[in-house]
């Protein structure tokens, strides 16, 4: 966990990672002091790199809740400016996530009201219609939207972007068969199904050069269906990734509920352990870290006020063995930006415990 890492031009002190959370602080798409101090304490706190909460691209459809931060425009991107240079004087680094709600979002949610959901077949879930089915121009706008969107991003300082692919969001309902039933070369097979989002990582790449790096996040799951899966054996998941990397991603965010469980019968790897395995990329892991519920059910779903602390044994033990290079953690940095350094100094009883109440505050 405590090794350096080196990537490209990227180099982080250590393997862990502040995984991306929404937190809705940022009035008129707007990141402000409290968003710069927020991530600045955990660079003090020695995390390694930051990635920042999903912030909206440039189209008219990509935001889906409110107080959400946007990457575009004068205010938006100087407000990351700020972000950008609080973490480099704390000795850390940090990616912007770059994201696309599709159709999640609903009519009248800010910042224009009558924008539609976008989705590849107007469904927001299987057999449950919401917002437009995109034209082949609404793509070619997005993947034009992701490319500023890292050019801008590499031109006020940060040190990579995450694409954000997974959870359900504009890019996982192109993957996911059960949101994808075009017709055309947008849909149908896996290769056809990855097409946008590989259009999206070619023109990132385009945009910010060879040496700059480039994160994807993906998830087997979503929001719409927490059993939901995109491959359902080793060889559909190296049919998957094997494109990614070939148009351009550096690193691969595999984003599970639980890290410790096995992703396929016959393995105790996770998710990212076969991306890195079936790769050689290398990938970071996310899901639960330090505590013993996963967000869905220890946050959203559970009636307890808190969720029970976890030691990092086996998380030690998995990166020990390289089966994943990179560690996300969140809600338990969320809870506590100390938690890297009492993990380090072996001061795990001095943990704050994960309480949902630490949702409602930015601190």
């Given at each position: ?135 082949k121009e ?14 801008d ?29 075009r ?30 790096p ?34 351009g991603?550096?690193?691969f ?90 993990v ?20």
């Amino acid at each position: 966990m405590f090794e350096p890492f080196e990537i490209h031009n990227l180099k982080l002190r250590n393997r862990v990672a502040m995984a991306p959370m929404t937190r809705n602080f940022s009035p008129n798409g707007v990141p402000g002091e409290n968003v710069v101090d927020y991530y600045r304490r955990r660079a003090e706190a020695g995390v390694g790199m930051i990635i920042t909460e999903g912030t909206t691209v440039n189209h008219p459809g990509a935001n889906g809740y409110p107080n959400v931060p946007a990457f575009h425009g004068e205010e938006a991107l100087a407000g990351w400016k700020k972000v950008v240079d609080a973490v480099h004087e704390a000795g850390g680094t940090i990616f912007p996530q770059l994201w696309h709600v599709g159709a999640v979002r609903k009519e009248g949610t800010e910042p224009d009201p009558s924008a539609p959901g976008y989705s590849p077949s107007g469904l927001f879930a299987p057999g449950k219609p919401n917002g437009k089915a995109m034209t082949k121009e609404d793509i070619q706008d997005v993947i034009k939207a992701f490319g500023d969107a890292a050019q801008d991003a590499k031109a006020i300082g940060f040190d990579g972007v995450e694409i954000h692919g997974a959870h359900g969001y504009l890019l996982d309902q192109f993957l996911w068969e059960g949101t994808n039933q075009r017709d055309d070369e947008y849909g149908g097979s896996l290769e056809n199904r990855l097409r946008f989002v590989v259009e999206i990582v070619e023109e990132v790449r385009h945009r910010v050069g060879p040496d700059f790096p480039v994160m994807l996040r993906f998830s087997q799951w979503k929001q719409q269906d927490y059993e939901a899966k995109l491959v359902n054996s080793p060889e559909e998941l190296e049919r998957f990734l094997k494109p990614l990397v070939e148009a351009g991603v550096d690193i691969f965010h595999a984003s599970t509920r639980r890290f410790w469980e096995p992703e396929f019968e016959g393995s105790d790897l996770n998710l990212a352990g076969w991306t890195q395995k079936l790769t050689g990329v290398p990938t970071m892991s996310v899901g639960s870290v330090g505590l013993t519920e996963d967000f869905i059910s220890g946050t959203f779903a559970s009636k307890k006020d808190a969720v029970e602390k976890a030691g990092i044994d086996e998380l030690v033990e998995r990166m020990n063995n390289h089966e994943f290079e990179l560690i996300a953690v969140g809600r338990a940095l969320l809870q506590d930006p100390e938690w890297l350094v009492k993990v380090k100094e072996g001061r795990l009883d001095e943990v704050d415990s994960f309480a949902k109440k630490s949702l409602t505050k930015l601190y």
